[in-house]
């Protein structure tokens, strides 16, 4: 079991920065892989960014590359995704999620890969 709870969200302008962060508690609140994923009004849920357990390997979505870092710190059991240059098509409400069956060096990007997720976190950005 992993509980996650995400905070960091808010209102910025466009090219401001926000940092995110997950806190995760729980048995196995070190051993998983953790991933961001966010969903807009009308649109699925997508892929942001992931990182493997021990912080090693990270994956991002072609939208935030070179804008967004995912990293985490497993002696504090924090998760965090640090974003840059945010734009308005990256309002949305953020999810940080938690996949305990990926091994090592796994770093899974697809929603289905994860079972625990947070409540989300809003953010909105204005241009």
């Known amino acids: 079991q992993v509980q996650l709870v995400e905070s960091g969200g808010g209102l910025v302008q466009a090219g401001a920065s926000l940092r995110l962060d997950c806190t995760a508690s729980?048995?196995?609140?070190?051993?998983?892989?953790a991933g961001w994923f966010r969903q807009a009004p009308g649109k699925e849920r997508e892929f942001v960014a992931a990182?493997?357990?021990?912080?090693?390997?990270?994956e991002y979505a072609d939208s935030v590359k070179g804008r967004f870092t995912i990293s985490r710190d497993n002696d504090k059991k924090m998760v965090y995704l640090q974003m840059d240059s945010l734009q308005p098509e990256d309002t949305a409400v953020y999810y940080c999620?938690?996949?305990?069956?990926?091994?090592?060096?796994?770093?899974?990007?697809?929603?289905?890969?994860?079972?625990?997720w947070g409540q989300g976190t809003q953010v909105t950005v204005s241009s």
């Open positions: 729980g048995r196995s609140s070190n051993r998983f892989a």
């Open positions: 999620a938690a996949d305990v069956n990926a091994i090592l060096y796994t770093v899974p990007i697809t929603a289905r890969q994860y079972d625990y």
């Open positions: 990182v493997n357990r021990n912080g090693v390997n990270t």
